[in-house]
Structure formats: structure tokens, C-alpha cells
């Protein structure tokens, strides 16, 4: 067993590797700025926000990259912000192979990224016009003309003369994005003897490992705005404004609290800071963080606004300004900054970076003027991560208050390089002369303050001052810092709380390796962390594992209870651990967890043969909807007894199928005896859909997300090319189907009430004058416009729909009556979930499934042709946890069946493990709830086994449907169940509900 998981690994490592970056097959330029046209469109980064397409400028070095919006002079691609022509809509770093070409590293995380004034995202800077810019052979930039537009009346208001198109008179704009020759020739570079390259933009070499990336990547931007009119403008400051999915990435301004506040209320109060720089810093992995600086002043204005509707943010970095100022006939602002992308760099190495890069000293005014260094080390034990912060304390530290340096008040502090990582070895930090003060907390620790140091004491000549027995005498002295002089503090020792080794072992009844997820809660029931097959703990904590059916992991001192699941056919495992310290025999202190290792057996608990358990909405961090590693994700389905999982990410499928493969491979996820029919025998026990989604956007708005989904079988193992949206869904629908054969195309999250690109359904009532908070109508005839082509397909022409995404039950309630409408006018969509999955704690991959009938297959050796025709046909029912078995004379889910007269016997079996509670049944009958009197027994697996009797109205073809779980009254206020289900499932409420039977009497 050892060696094949070795060998295993050896194939996951490769494949990954391969899956990280994409080459683009260039030869190493200095700068290049090219126009993308369909011969070079692999040139085009790839990423979680990626969005260029030809007709886009793409400017490059080989540090970075960034795509710049073409449709110029045009509204056709307004991304975000109204009148985006000329934006940055990508912006990823990138790294020299050692083959000397380019590679992407597709980390790009942001939406957008372009210019405003005052600080406004309504009124934007609009280009007409962009020239690729050679000034010689190794250099190329590229600069764009355009104008300031008025979109929401604000400059009008204010007196401004704005002509019909919204476009403000007089008012000229030029900015330019350049980037430094990072070939070797530009002039900040130098080599030493042996032709190794040193200088320019890498950091000192005596930083040591402060920048976890080692070199700055940046762009130079260059705006002038030029005031053309004979009048005064109420123009205070030219601004650039990033707009990014606010769970993806999240500002970091060094002093938050200096002039700068969040906004509490949609009508906000514009309230600034003006820090050194600004940061996003990323959620996920594989992403890059994005910082800006002021390349004149070393101060920029800064402000963040929230649209928690749309899941976006907006941050604002403009040259340092005041609200009240305006810009004179004849006058100018030139705005000089520098943008950088990270691969995974701190704020403390930004900082750094934007003091030392090229050289640069910020204006004489500035407390940045005089630097001095501090290194220092951070001794822990056992504790694997936590964050440390340094604040000035003395009234000598000037700060920025917007119009001009003013000295620090007395009893404030100056929190001058806000929060980063623990350190594990030395490190040095450049600071403005001052006295500070420092902040330290281990993970799971209580915070570690001190004002003072306590170090050697030294006499006039520097030399360690001892006693009489020879030991060094220490002395407690303030934390002061010089100019241009380093201070070496001692070890600064984070050990009082240890953070415990803790193993568990995880079997079967059978003795067969076995995956599990695992829960550890706090004594307060606060959930701490979670960790499944391959995770990393949320907060922090290092995890050592194996490959087999033992985990390690380390946990802080505490009292904690321990989860172990395995999906909802299994048992929910739960033991005390305590982590203390204690006193031996020998009096000496000790810690230990007791126990030190668990040992649990997963036992089964509802047999449920005869059903394959699938997640038709799974996402990686490649999808904007997606927070988890692709290996994570897996893991976790095979942690959760999931059987197929299609992944839908938005991105490019190939990388995520490369990533599936090789964890398929290391997980043993292959049976060589199933070759009876085409599908791939790799993907028999963890299925990667030949899926992804598609964003469409017409002129009147957006359409909504589709996943294309289809079995992979061997001819397909090549990425999908999805075709472009056209301007009718049912226009997709033909050339998706002709482009892809045998594909179903899934509506996803039909009531989408968290993205801006919205819902289809949402879409369709607009488009339509329809309430967007009421269910569409079920004489409706929105859903029957044709594409136009002659082939007849219409916008009901899907195949899925996805009724329940994760744990957003508002949705659910509303596309739950959509989609009885639907079946009231004789539409039948099969109904599907999907965990949506994101964030480890709320949303693992697996947490909605959706049940699909087989026949004669054995658990883990899967005939997905059945599977897959079973499941377009609806014989199926969606669960978060309860298990739904009827039948009506024979038929079940999405079957037919007959009857005589008014009442028919409904045969219903309803199960859940011990940990799952139900505690209503539902029987829908033509969209009304009949009452049925279950004598339910919530003590045993089996809640109901029995018949129902129900009544039909009329002779006609009758839907039944059966809901169990939480009560319609749960659903509606939202909150989440507690108990064992809300730790192993937290954030959802019990829920399971099945397509319709069909009974025609």
C-alpha cells in the first residue's frame, strides 16, 4: 500500500506542477503590447476573473501581465462600471521558465480596474482611443485618451457642463500604462562579475525573506486630466477604482481608522484616509494580491464601499486631495503611480516594497523620509501561524491627515504597518524613526503585547554587561528606532500556549481505508476548524497527513468536542478532547491532549442501495462562486461518500480536469475491470463533467449562468470550447447542443440574488415587465420565444434545473415556485442541487446532492450511462441530509403512472440518520400541499414507512411531489439548524424534496 500511494504521489506532483501556469510558447520580450486578435488569443491570461477576448490590448514583461478593454468609443462591454472602455479586465503575474518563455501563473482576481474622479464610481474616465506606444525596441506601453462621463448627474448638478451623451465638456483625459524592461537593459539594473543580474526592481538583498515574492511586479500609470473650459470644476482628485468580488479579495489601508470608515448605509458619507498605500489581499489561492502607491507624493487618498446585494466592493486610490478643491480653467492633475500584482506577498512586503523599490525615498515632509531597520525573531513553539502588528507610540510620528503631516496625538497609536503573518525565522522591517509598540497572537491565541523589550544591557563601548557568576544582565528597554541605523531585538518568545499534536485513526466495519471529514468545536459550540481528506484548516493550523486512514493535526490548549462524518448514509462520531497542561510525577510541567489519538469507526447507518449520490454544482477557486483547492474539493467528495461531482467552474475546464485526474490517480479512484462501455474508466468513482458556465450579456442586461455538462468519455478528454452566447438563450441552446453533442445544459441558480449577472429566470421576468420577488405566471408565455433560426428551440428548452444551490433557501422558496408553475403547464424540467461548494465550513462539496436511481450496480463501480440517462430523465430527488423513497403503483420519480378515480395510495419511505432531524413531510399534489397525518418516529432511522392516501381533482395528468426536513416555516426565516447538524452542516436547514410522479387518472 505504502508504495503505490508513493508512486501515486509522484503523479500527482507532476501533473500539478504542469497545471499551475500556462506557457504562452513566446520567447522572453522586454515589454510587449500587442492587440489580440484570433491568432494570438492563447496569449490572453486565464484566471478566477478572467475576461478578456480579442480586440483587447494585452501589455506584458515577464513579471506580469494585464489585458486592457478594446471595445473603445462603445458601451458594448461595460463591465461593472458604466462607460469601462479602456479598463484593466485582467491582471495576473508571471514567471520566466526556465525554457525562457512566459508563463501565466492565472491568478488574475479582479473585475475591473480603471479610473474615475472624486472618488465616484458614476463618474468614470471613458476612453475613445488607444495607441500601442514604442519609444524603442525593447520598451512598448500603451496610452488612452478619453473623457470624464457624468452617469449619475452629479457634475451636472454641480454645474458642470455635460453634453447629451453624459460626457463632460471641456474636460480632457490621458493616461498611459508602461512597464519596466525586465530583460536585463534597463538602466536600473546592473551585474556583477558573473553576469548575474542585481538592482532594479528586486528588493535589498537584506530584506531576507520579508517579501515572500522577492521582486516588485508592477505598471506604471501615468493620468493627466486637463482642464479645457473657462471655468472652475468640482474635480478634487483623479482616482483609480478596483472593483473585485468582496469574498475573494478584501482592502488592506495600513491605518484604517485615521479619516477612514466603511460605509453602514447604501446613501453613503464619503469619509477618507490617506495612507502610504492600499492593498487587496486574497481569500484564496490563486490569486493574486494587488497593491497601488504614489510614485510622486508617497501619500494616496483612499476609500472602500461595499454592494453586499451584488457580492462586490469597490476600493478607490487617488492622489492625495481635498473634497472641497477644485481644478482651475487651464489647470491639471497628474497622477504618477505604480500597481503591483502579487503572487503572495504580506502588506509588510508591500510596504517595503513601495519604500525601497528603485530607490525611493518618499518627500522630506513625510515621517518616511528617515528609515531606520528593526530586526527581530519570532520564537513559538507548536504554534504554526498567527499575525503580528507594529504601532507607533511617541508624538515625534507625523501622519497624513489629508492636508498636511500633523504629529501624532498624545494616547494614540499609529497602527504604521497594520497585520501580517508570523514570521518563521529572522526578520527585518524598514520603519520610520519612532517608539512603538508591538502586537503578537499566535493562532488560537490569547493576543501578546508588549511596549518593551527586554535585552542585554550593554555599557558605553557595546559590550554585554555581566554579573559577578558570569550571567548576561538584561535590562527592560523601550522599542526605539533610529534613522538609518538597524536595531537587532532579541527572540520574542509566543510560547505560553502550546498547540498539541493530535492523531485519529479512521476505519470501517470492513477495515478499508476510509475518508472523513472532521469537525473540531470549542466548548462554547463555536465550530474552531474543519479538516477533510487533503484540506487546509481555516485558521491556520498545520495539518500533517497521510495518505492512509490516519491525520494528524495540531490544536491549541482547550477544551474541544471532535466530529468525525462521512456523508449522510453514516453515523456522526463525537468525543471530548482536552488539551492541558499538567505536572508529572517529577514535578515537571507537561502537555498533552488526552486523548492523544482517536480511533473511529465509521459505521454505516441507512442502507441505501440502488441510488448514486451526485453534486451538479461543484466549484474550485477557479470559479468566482468557488474558494476551495481543486485536490481539496476532491478530497472532500471522498471525505463526503460523494459519488459523481461535475464541476462547473466559469474558467477553462481543462486545468481543473488535470487536477482531478492526478487526484484520481493518488486516491486510487479507478476500477481496471469496468471497460463494458465508453466512458473513462478514471472518472468511474469521481466523475469531472466536461462542464463549465457561461456568463451572457445582452445590451438590456445579463441572462444568467448555464452549465454545459456531458459524460467524459475518452474522445473528449480535450477542453471544451463553449460557444459564444448569443443574443437569444434559445440561439445558445442550438449552437451549444450542435457544438457539443449529448450535452445537458443546467440552468444554475435560476434566482440568483447575489450577482450582478443575476438569474435567467430574474432575466426573463425583467425582459418580460414581471415582478422579479414573484413566481412567473403558469399561462406565462415568456418561457416559449423561439430562436429565430427555424429549428423551433425555445427559452424553455433546457434541460435541468437547478432549484436548490447550497444553503440559500430565499432562492429555493422562490425557483420551488417556479418551478410548480412550470409543472402545472405541462413543462417538466428535472429539478437538481448543488453545493455550490465555496468556503471550507459552509459550503463543502457534497453538502447538496442530488440522489439518482441505478439499478444492479455495486457502490463505487459505476455505469454512469445509466446513471446519466436516469438522471436527464428526472429519476431523482435533491438532499442536504434526508432520504426520500415513493412510488404511486409502481412508478417513481419522473415515471408515469396510472389510476382509477379521485384517490390514489402513494407508497413513501422516509429515512435520515440519527444526526438528521425531520421534522415535517410535505406531499404536494398539483402545487398544493395535502394534509397527510404521518405518525412519524424521529428515534429511528426509518421516520415513515407507509402509505398515504391522496386525493386528485379532476381527470387530468397529475405531479406529485414529497418534501422532508425543516418545515416551510424554517425555510422562510432562514436560520440555520443547530445540534449536531448545524456543526457537521452548518449554515443549512434539514432539507430534501423530490422530482414529480406523474399519475394520470
Not at 179 to 206: I, K, Y
Not at 232 to 261: C, H, K, R, S
Not at 581 to 597: F, H, K, L, W
Amino acid at each position: 500500500m505504502f508504495l503505490r500511494h508513493a508512486r501515486f504521489s509522484f503523479i500527482l506532483f507532476a501533473l500539478i506542477a504542469v497545471g499551475c501556469y500556462r506557457e504562452s510558447g513566446e520567447d522572453v520580450l522586454p515589454v510587449t503590447a500587442t492587440r489580440i486578435t484570433n491568432d494570438v488569443r492563447d496569449l490572453l491570461p486565464t484566471g478566477k476573473e478572467s475576461t478578456g477576448k480579442i480586440g483587447d490590448y494585452l501589455l506584458q514583461n515577464s513579471q506580469i501581465q494585464m489585458v486592457v478593454d478594446g471595445a473603445v468609443g462603445s458601451a458594448a462591454r461595460n463591465q461593472f462600471l458604466a462607460q469601462s472602455s479602456g479598463a484593466v479586465i485582467d491582471f495576473s503575474s508571471v514567471t520566466l521558465g526556465s525554457d525562457r518563455r512566459f508563463r501565466s501563473f492565472n491568478d488574475d482576481g479582479l473585475h475591473l480596474l480603471t479610473q474615475t474622479v472624486n472618488m465616484n464610481r458614476h463618474t468614470p474616465i471613458a476612453y475613445e482611443r488607444i495607441e500601442v506606444l514604442r519609444d524603442r525596441e525593447s520598451s512598448a506601453a500603451l496610452r488612452l485618451t478619453g473623457f470624464v462621463y457624468d452617469s449619475d448627474g452629479s457634475l451636472a448638478a454641480s454645474g458642470v457642463p455635460v453634453d447629451s451623451n453624459g460626457r463632460v465638456v471641456g474636460v480632457q483625459v490621458q493616461t498611459t500604462y508602461s512597464m519596466p524592461d525586465r530583460r536585463g537593459d534597463d538602466p536600473a539594473f546592473t551585474s556583477d562579475e558573473s553576469g548575474t543580474r542585481t538592482g532594479g526592481n528586486d528588493l535589498p538583498s537584506q530584506l531576507g525573506t520579508v517579501n515572500e515574492d522577492s521582486t516588485v511586479r508592477y505598471t506604471i500609470v501615468t493620468t493627466q486630466i486637463v482642464n479645457n473650459s473657462d471655468r472652475e470644476l468640482p474635480i478634487f482628485t483623479v482616482n483609480d477604482v478596483m472593483a473585485y468580488d468582496n469574498q475573494g479579495l478584501e482592502p488592506f489601508i495600513p491605518y484604517p481608522d485615521w479619516g477612514y470608515a466603511l460605509p453602514e448605509v447604501a446613501d453613503r458619507a464619503q469619509r477618507f484616509a490617506y495612507p502610504h498605500y492600499v492593498q487587496l489581499v486574497p481569500l484564496q489561492q490563486f490569486t493574486a494580491g494587488y497593491a497601488i502607491y504614489d510614485d510622486m507624493t508617497g501619500v494616496v487618498m483612499a476609500e472602500h464601499e461595499i454592494v453586499p446585494e451584488e457580492r462586490l466592493a469597490y476600493t478607490y486610490v487617488g492622489r492625495s486631495a481635498l473634497p472641497n478643491q477644485t481644478m482651475a480653467p487651464g489647470g491639471q492633475y497628474t497622477y504618477i503611480r505604480k500597481m503591483m500584482a502579487f503572487g503572495n506577498t504580506t502588506p509588510l512586503g508591500v510596504n517595503n516594497a513601495a519604500l525601497l523599490d528603485l530607490g525611493y525615498r518618499p518627500p522630506a515632509g513625510s515621517p518616511l523620509h528617515q528609515l531606520g531597520g528593526m530586526s527581530f525573531v519570532f520564537g513559538f513553539q507548536d504554534a504554526p501561524s498567527g499575525r503580528w502588528w507594529a504601532s507607533y507610540i511617541n508624538q515625534s510620528i507625523s501622519y497624513f491627515n489629508g492636508q498636511a503631516y500633523v504629529p501624532l496625538e498624545a494616547g494614540r497609536d499609529y497602527p504604521y504597518l497594520g497585520e501580517s503573518s508570523l514570521p518563521n525565522n529572522s526578520r527585518l522591517v524598514q520603519l520610520p524613526a519612532g517608539q512603538i509598540a508591538f502586537h503578537a497572537e499566535p493562532i488560537n491565541n490569547p493576543p501578546f503585547y508588549t511596549e518593551t523589550v527586554n535585552e542585554a544591557a550593554r555599557d558605553d563601548d557595546g559590550q554585554i554587561v555581566t554579573d559577578e557568576d558570569g550571567n548576561t544582565v538584561f535590562v527592560e528597554n523601550t522599542i526605539e528606532i533610529s534613522a538609518d541605523e538597524q536595531r537587532n531585538l532579541p527572540r520574542i518568545d509566543l510560547a505560553e500556549e502550546r498547540h498539541l499534536p493530535f492523531g485519529l485513526n479512521l476505519a470501517t466495519t470492513e477495515q478499508r481505508e476510509l475518508m472523513g471529514r472532521v469537525i473540531f468545536t470549542k466548548e462554547n459550540g463555536e465550530i474552531d476548524f474543519s479538516l477533510g481528506n487533503l484540506p487546509r484548516v481555516n485558521d491556520g493550523n498545520q495539518i500533517l497527513l497521510t495518505l492512509t486512514t490516519e491525520i494528524d493535526t495540531r490544536i491549541p490548549l482547550g477544551n474541544y468536542n471532535v466530529y468525525m462524518s462521512h456523508g449522510p448514509l453514516f453515523n456522526v462520531n463525537i468525543a471530548p478532547v482536552v488539551a492541558q497542561e499538567s505536572v508529572n510525577d517529577d514535578g515537571q510541567d507537561t502537555t498533552a491532549a488526552d486523548p492523544r489519538r482517536l480511533s473511529f469507526e465509521m459505521a454505516q447507518a441507512v442502507q441505501f442501495p440502488g441510488y448514486f449520490s451526485a453534486d451538479f454544482d461543484a466549484r474550485t477557486l477557479l470559479d468566482r462562486a468557488g474558494l476551495m483547492d481543486t485536490g481539496e474539493s476532491i478530497g472532500y467528495a471522498f471525505a463526503e461518500d460523494l459519488d459523481v461531482a461535475f464541476y462547473t467552474d466559469s474558467d477553462v475546464v481543462a486545468r481543473t480536469e488535470l487536477l482531478l485526474r492526478a487526484q484520481a490517480l493518488v486516491l486510487g479512484s479507478f476500477d481496471t475491470d469496468d471497460n463494458d462501455n465508453d466512458v473513462d474508466s478514471l472518472f468511474d468513482e469521481l466523475t469531472a463533467a466536461r462542464a463549465t458556465a457561461v456568463l451572457g450579456r445582452d445590451s438590456e442586461g445579463a441572462w444568467g449562468r448555464f452549465a454545459l455538462l456531458s459524460l467524459p468519455r475518452e474522445e473528449q478528454q480535450t477542453d471544451i470550447v463553449v460557444p459564444p452566447f448569443e443574443r437569444t438563450p434559445s440561439a445558445f441552446f442550438d449552437t451549444v447542443r450542435d457544438q457539443i453533442p449529448g450535452v445537458l445544459v443546467q440552468v444554475v441558480r435560476p434566482r440568483n440574488s447575489d450577482q450582478t449577472e443575476g438569474g435567467y429566470f430574474n432575466a426573463l421576468a425583467q425582459r418580460n415587465g414581471l415582478p422579479l420577488d414573484q413566481p412567473i405566471p403558469v399561462d406565462s408565455s415568456v418561457f416559449q420565444s423561439a430562436s429565430g433560426s427555424g429549428s423551433g428551440t425555445r427559452a424553455i428548452d433546457f434541460d435541468l434545473l437547478q432549484v436548490l444551490a447550497g444553503n440559500r433557501y430565499d432562492e429555493y422558496l422562490l425557483t420551488r415556485a417556479d418551478w410548480f408553475n412550470l409543472l402545472e403547464s405541462g413543462i417538466f424540467k428535472p429539478a437538481t442541487g448543488g453545493s455550490s461548494a465555496g468556503r471550507l465550513r459552509e459550503l463543502s462539496v457534497g453538502a447538496v446532492r442530488t440522489w439518482v436511481a441505478v439499478e444492479n450496480t455495486v457502490h463505487r463501480d459505476n455505469d454512469l450511462v445509466e446513471f446519466w440517462t436516469n438522471a436527464a430523465a428526472g429519476n431523482s430527488f435533491v438532499s442536504n441530509g434526508p432520504l426520500i423513497e415513493a412510488s404511486v403503483n409502481g412508478a417513481s420519480f419522473g415515471q408515469e403512472a396510472n389510476a382509477n378515480g379521485n384517490q390514489v395510495t402513494l407508497n413513501l419511505k422516509v429515512s435520515a440518520a440519527p444526526w438528521v432531524p425531520v421534522s415535517e413531510v410535505r406531499v404536494i399534489v398539483d402545487g398544493v400541499a395535502q394534509p397527510v397525518d404521518l405518525a412519524m418516529n424521529s428515534d429511528e432511522v426509518v421516520r415513515f414507512d407507509g402509505q398515504v392516501t391522496l386525493n386528485l381533482e379532476g381527470s387530468r395528468r397529475h405531479w406529485i411531489v414529497v418534501e422532508a426536513g425543516a418545515s416551510l416555516q424554517q425555510l422562510q426565516s432562514g436560520a440555520a439548524a443547530g445540534g449536531v447538524y448545524g456543526v457537521v452542516m452548518p449554515g443549512h436547514l434539514p432539507l430534501a424534496f423530490s422530482n414529480p410522479i406523474f399519475v394520470q387518472n
